[in-house]
């Protein structure tokens, strides 16, 4: 068993910045890769950034890849998302998940198997 806890939304004004944090109880990390959802009012899931945390390989969705970054700090067991130039399409719960590391994975195609709780990120204009 994964435990993921997400920290770091907020309430923030468009144009702003935050930085998600995700720490995981796993103290392996090189067959993990860990993932950034998000899921707005009335729709669904949607994968936005994922890292492969046994090296530096990263995968974006195309509505992101401008302003989005994930990151990884294994000796904090903790994987970041900052995010610029918010906006209110921006506003939904964000949620950390960890997923079985393969070969050409991708945002799009990774198989979480643990979830967080979800951080709240709301952006008003």
């Known amino acids: 068993q994964v435990k993921l806890v997400e920290s770091g939304g907020g309430s923030v004004q468009a144009g702003g910045s935050l930085r998600l944090s995700c720490t995981t109880s796993?103290?392996?990390?090189?067959?993990?890769?860990v993932a950034w959802f998000r899921q707005a009012p009335g729709k669904g899931r949607e994968g936005v950034a994922a890292?492969?945390?046994?090296?530096?390989?990263?995968d974006y969705a195309d509505s992101v890849k401008d302003r989005f970054t994930i990151s990884h700090d294994n000796a904090k067991k903790t994987v970041y998302l900052d995010i610029n130039s918010l906006t209110p399409d921006d506003t939904a719960m964000y949620y950390c998940?960890?997923?079985?590391?393969?070969?050409?994975?991708?945002?799009?195609?990774?198989?979480?198997?643990?979830w967080g709780q979800g951080t709240q990120v709301t952006v008003s204009s």
């Open positions: 998940a960890a997923a079985r590391w393969f070969w050409g994975w991708t945002i799009g195609t990774i198989k979480p198997k643990y």
């Open positions: 796993r103290d392996t990390f090189d067959s993990e890769t």
């Open positions: 890292i492969y945390r046994g090296g530096d390989t990263t």
